[in-house]
């Protein structure tokens, strides 16, 4: 049934048998079609010649016993020379021609090309590649050694070739389709592994290198005759490698977009674990040096020695959330020792590929009761460790491990696991890139706002800044606590339109600026009017600045400030807005109102002027003053977010932190897209026992009455060691409020943190610390008043100006 | 002449009397007296002295004598002076040791502690006049008390005239029973005299609360319409709304000076007699406010804001 070729370019059919007359005499005397095709002779050339001519080397050693007497046939096998000198074996039927006599008259002789050993069945069988043959008709395969399971033959086809499924329904499928169609196919597939077992369960068959891939070549097989397909013929060839490698670069390609899709460090180490669990391995796990995490510059170079890493991200095949095989917790740190794997991979900057059979694995897994646990458990055997390297930096460090039921990591896998870690660590790399920009602009917003408010007694405060999300960056508001003299406070909120560094650098000057003007004591219109020059003066000089400077869109600044200054003495807050959103008051009877002010025009506006709103308030009010960030949502308008803020005041209030954040969960959108600042103040009031105040007549001769007046009251409350010094601080201030300033002429006495002495006349003239010469004889007041007190200081008001002299208290 | 006790003040009885009859409309003690009485005690326990308490308000009456003739006391505290007082004459003339809270012509052979009346009303007005007031009424405390010779009824009225003149402005001065109904009336008449009048002040701390309402009745609220200035003891200044702006009647200090200058007369019969002066300052509260001009009225000044530039010093 096989057709061969003789190798000689002629080409004949076994069941065409060439077939030569010979005489008796060995000469030819007829000669067949047959004959010519399968040695070139034509007859003329060859009829009435011997036919020992046509035998090579004048004859044959099978030929011999060949003889022309006789009447028996003969079966032989000859070498003949072929017309163009090569060599034809052939298989010799000689029968005689026998006349009525019974006697031979002429010989036929049967010329077959001689076979030679059955090399075809023998390369068949003991082809290196899985072959087999498929009887259309019986259904009936016929494989080889290799396609019917190694075996026996496994030595001939290297014994390590396994055959592929031949069950497989697939491939049944397409071997009726070959034989139905008697077309070519092409079959892939994969098969387990038989080590595997049949119990092997749809994880594993999920898992890395655990699988032959193969190709399977289906060929109709034709009767020549008819040229009906009469079976198909298969061979299969193992692609394992190749399917490797397809699916290695498959894996670098989703690499390519599934790590690195956020700007999170953790995220991306995750997405790194998550990607090689199952393909590449059992276990991952990945460490960074914690620098990273924080954003900062790891130092150039591999890393030396012991090292400390936290745990980042890791990932298993255990089913659910949950890694078992983790012997360090997420967001734990652990030393690596020199020897073990990932501290040596750190060290020499390349991938370290080791297992059981290397002792500092052994070495290291003993030294880590868990983890030698961990190891024992899930059977871990082979372990690559690749270091995490971007830009020259080594970020950290990515363990990649195998366990029971999986072959070992080949270097193939090495250069795999290299390849991801790199890819992964420029994902870390910008991650941590983009975290330091974010920590620094935020740093430095932090570092404009108040860090621990000053102490002071008129409020109690809390507050909260809240940062936009991260598309937005950081943001312009800030809010202040400023003490002023006399025990009042100043409360500031305030919001420079716009995000980014230039935003926050803006708000630290303003927030700087009213911090200043605050100490002079500027009231609250006043302010905010020097406020509204100076952005008009920072917009004038941002126009000068670099065109290419990033954030600048124009020159002009739009700010928003909210100032009010509350005197727990007479309990009046005085408030003046620049365009802010109002603040909402929450009196001591639970009605939470919308505190209505003057809006005024936005800072940088130029011009207008600002109005003061007095509002007296009950002690324990609770004044709440945000940005508009907290009650300007994109759905929602100010209005709204304010009658909000009121509903959730009016609600019990606890401590004015929980208060806080029962404000921050009620009213702050999902994702807030505006930075948010809220501070919240609740008022104290000076009561009767702390405060005293006196009119003064402007008579020098009050003085003295002042001095006992005021020794009188700090008898009265228990002061009397601070009297020689008040004594001292009022005579003066007192002296000079008559010599040079104007009726009326106030003394004022306030017992709080500290002892405050004020002294008050309606001149607007304030007064100068003068350095006295020695024989002057003025000028040494104020000096003295300085030297003898905590500090001093004066403050305008609309009918006069104030003194004041704040001393420490014992023990407060 | 009796034994001078001054000689044998170490072996005397170690008690101090003090001559205080009540001052209250049914014959007790007020707020103010019981603060003087218990600073009294306080401080002579601290000399290690005992207070006998007599409300002898005359020589005749019967806790006097026993008190001082029976020389029970080492040494009497005089309170509640009168101009004409005979308790001070008897006991002036007997030289028996004697210390006066308030004071007359008698009193100055002995030691006294006092507050400076006239200056107090005198500072009231100044600092009414320091706020722009130019209407400034007084209301004093009541005839009877003015005319029984009272000091302190006398010394304010006399301040508060004196100031006036002394600021070119026209007293109106008001006497005004010591209770709410009167302080009411009071306050009719003030305005019924003069409408215009922004200001008083006022000595009558039992009239106190009454004034405030004659005051509301008639529309004035303090301290926006109208400013209120007192002589008065802290609770009652206190108690009332607004809280009065007023000097204070340092009863404690008073008390001690008294108890203070006691001793020093015990241990030192022969050094001359102390008098001290106390003039308390006005203490700022609620009832005192900037004069607003009453609508229709002609500004007296230029210069609101610095309406007494030109009228002092």
């Known amino acids: 049934m096989a057709t061969f070729d003789q190798g000689n370019g002629h080409s004949g059919w076994s069941s065409e048998v060439a077939t030569v007359t010979l005489g008796l005499d060995g000469v030819v005397t007829g000669w067949s079609e047959g004959a010519r095709r399968l040695l070139g002779h034509g007859a003329p050339e060859v009829v009435g010649r011997p036919a020992t001519d046509l035998l090579l080397g004048g004859g044959a050693p099978d030929a011999t016993g060949f003889s022309l007497t006789g009447s028996r046939e003969w079966r032989g096998t000859a070498a ?96 009726r389709r070959v034989a139905e169609e008697g077309v070519p196919l092409r079959y892939e597939c994969l098969a387990p592994e038989p080590t595997c077992g049949p119990g092997a369960t749809p994880a594993v068959l999920l898992s890395s290198a655990r699988h032959r891939a193969w190709v399977i070549e289906l060929w109709p097989v034709r009767d020549p005759g008819t040229g009906e397909v009469v079976g198909v013929g298969t061979a299969a060839f193992d692609s394992s490698d190749q399917h490797a490698a397809r699916r290695r670069l498959a894996l670098l390609q989703e ?10 460090v953790a995220r991306t180490a995750q997405e790194l674990a998550d990607l090689a669990v199952p393909r590449l391995a059992d276990f991952v796990s990945v460490d960074l040096l914690d620098s990273v995490l924080r954003g900062e510059e790891p130092v150039p170079g591999p890393v030396d020695a012991a090292v400390v890493l936290r745990r980042v991200a890791h990932q298993s095949t255990a089913e659910g959330e949950d890694v078992p095989e983790a012997a360090i917790d997420l967001g734990d740190m652990d030393t690596y020792p020199p020897f073990s794997p990932p501290a040596r991979c750190l060290a020499d900057g390349k991938p370290v590929l080791s297992g059981v059979a290397d002792p500092d694995f052994t070495a ?46 080949e270097p193939d896998d090495l250069i795999l696991a290299e390849e991801l870690a790199g890819r ?14 974010r920590t620094n602009a935020l740093t430095l917003q932090r570092s404009l706002l108040p ?63 009213v911090r200043t003007l605050a100490d002079v004591d500027l009231p609250p219109d006043e302010l905010l009017t020097h406020l509204d020059d100076l952005v008009v003066h920072l917009a004038t000089d941002r126009e000068d600045l670099h065109p290419d400077e990033p954030y600048l869109v124009s020159g002009e600044i739009g700010a928003t400030c909210l100032y009010a200054v509350y005197d727990p003495v007479s309990r009046v807050c005085t408030f003046a807005s620049a365009g802010h959103v109002p603040p909402v008051v929450l009196l001591p009877d639970g009605t939470a109102r919308v505190v209505e002010l003057t809006p005024g025009p936005l800072l940088g506006v130029g011009g207008l002027p600002f109005e003061c709103t007095e509002v007296e308030l009950p002690e324990g009010s609770l004044l709440a003053f945000c940005t508009d960030g907290l009650v300007e949502a994109r759905e929602r308008d100010v209005g709204l977010g304010l009658d909000r803020l009121c509903e959730v005041l009016s609600g019990p209030v606890t401590s004015l932190e929980a208060t806080c954040d029962t404000i921050l969960r009620a009213l702050l959108p999902a994702s807030p897209y505006d930075d948010v600042a809220l501070l919240l103040a609740r008022t104290r009031a000076l009561h009767a026992d702390q405060v005293a105040a006196w009119s003064l007549p402007s008579d020098p001769a009050v003085v003295a009455d002042a001095r006992a007046q005021v020794t009188r009251q700090l008898t009265a409350w228990g002061l009397e060691e601070v009297a020689f010094v008040t004594e001292l601080v009022v005579s003066e201030l007192v002296t000079n409020a008559i010599r040079y300033g104007a009726v009326p002429i106030g003394l004022r006495l306030i017992r709080d943190r500290t002892l405050i002495c004020e002294v008050s006349d309606a001149s607007n003239t304030a007064p100068h610390l003068r350095r006295a010469r020695t024989y002057d004889e003025g000028g040494r007041g104020l000096h003295m008043v300085a030297q003898l007190t905590q500090g001093w200081g004066t403050r305008q008001s609309p009918t006069g100006k104030t003194i004041w002299a704040e001393q420490s208290l014992p023990g407060g | 002449m009796a034994a001078r006790p001054g000689t044998d003040a170490g072996r005397g009885t170690h008690t101090l009397g003090l001559l205080y009859p009540p001052a209250g409309r049914l014959g007790e003690y007020t707020t103010m007296q019981l603060a003087f009485v218990g600073g009294v005690a306080e401080s002579a326990a601290e000399q290690g002295y005992d207070l006998l308490l007599a409300p002898a308000g005359s020589h005749e009456d019967p806790s006097f004598p026993r008190m001082v003739d029976d020389r ?21 003339d007997a030289g028996f040791p004697f210390v006066a809270i308030g004071r007359n012509h008698r009193a100055d052979v002995a030691g006294w502690v006092d507050l400076d009346f006239a200056g107090l009303a005198g500072g009231c007005v100044q600092h009414l006049a320091d706020l722009g007031h130019r209407r400034i009424a007084f ?98 200044a206190e108690q009332v709304n607004p809280p009065l702006t007023a000097a204070e009647i340092p009863a404690k200090e008073m008390s001690r000076v008294a108890v203070d200058l006691m001793m020093r007369r015990l241990r030192a019969p022969d050094s001359p007699p102390r008098h001290v002066l106390l003039k308390p300052l006005i203490t700022l509260r609620g009832s005192t406010g900037r004069c607003r001009q009453a609508p229709g009225s002609e500004p007296e000044s230029e210069l609101p804001d610095f309406p007494d530039i030109d009228l002092d010093f």
């Open chain 1, 364 to 409: 290291w897994i003993a030294g880590h009761e868990r983890r030698n646990a961990r190891v024992a458990e899930f059977g871990f055997h082979s372990v690559m460790a690749t270091p995490l390297r971007a830009r020259g930096i080594t970020l950290g460090v990515a363990v990649f491990t195998r366990g029971e039921g999986s072959p070992p990591f």
């Open chain 2, 139 to 236: 209301v004093n405390r009541s005839e009877q008390l003015f005319d029984s010779g009272y000091g302190f009824a006398r010394l304010g009225d006399e301040g508060y005239t004196e100031t006036m003149k002394k600021l070119l402005l026209t007293p109106h001065a008001y006497l005004c029973g010591d209770d709410l109904a009167s302080g009411e009336a009071v306050v009719e008449r003030i305005l019924s005299e003069d409408p215009d009048t922004t200001s008083l002040v006022t000595m009558n701390e039992a009239a106190l609360e009454g004034v405030y309402r004659g005051l509301t009745r008639n529309g004035r609220t303090v301290p926006r319409d109208f400013s209120v200035v007192g002589v008065a003891a802290s609770p009652w």
């Open chain 2, 72 to 92: 029970r006391v080492d040494g009497v505290i005089v309170m509640e002076i009168r101009r004409e007082d005979d308790r001070v004459a008897h006991l002036a």
């Open chain 1, 424 to 437: 992964a660590a420029v994902g870390v790399d910008n991650a941590r890139r983009y975290t330091r920009e």
């Open chain 1, 80 to 175: 003949l020379r072929h017309r163009d000198g090569h060599r034809v074996t052939t298989t010799l039927h000689a029968q005689p021609s026998l006349d009525v006599d019974g006697r031979p008259r002429s010989f036929v002789v049967a010329l077959s090309p001689d076979p030679g050993p059955p090399l075809v069945q023998w390369a068949f069988d003991q082809s290196s590649i899985a072959l087999s043959t498929h009887a259309t008709a019986s259904g009936a395969w016929q494989r080889n050694a290799v396609a019917q399971g190694g075996g026996g033959r496994a030595a001939l086809t290297g014994g390590e070739r396994r055959a592929p499924a031949y069950a497989d329904e697939g491939l049944l499928r397409s071997v």
């Open chain 1, 451 to 513: 860090r621990d408010l000053p102490k002071q007694a008129a409020v109690e405060v809390a507050y909260r800044y809240l940062p936009a999300g991260t598309g937005a960056g950081v943001g312009g508001d800030w809010f202040d606590v400023v003490p002023l003299s006399g025990t009042r406070v100043a409360l500031v909120v305030g919001d420079v339109v716009g995000h980014g560094i230039h935003a926050s650098a803006t708000m630290g000057r303003l927030r700087t600026a």
């Open chain 1, 255 to 264: 690499a390519g977009t599934l790590i690195g899709t956020t700007l999170n």
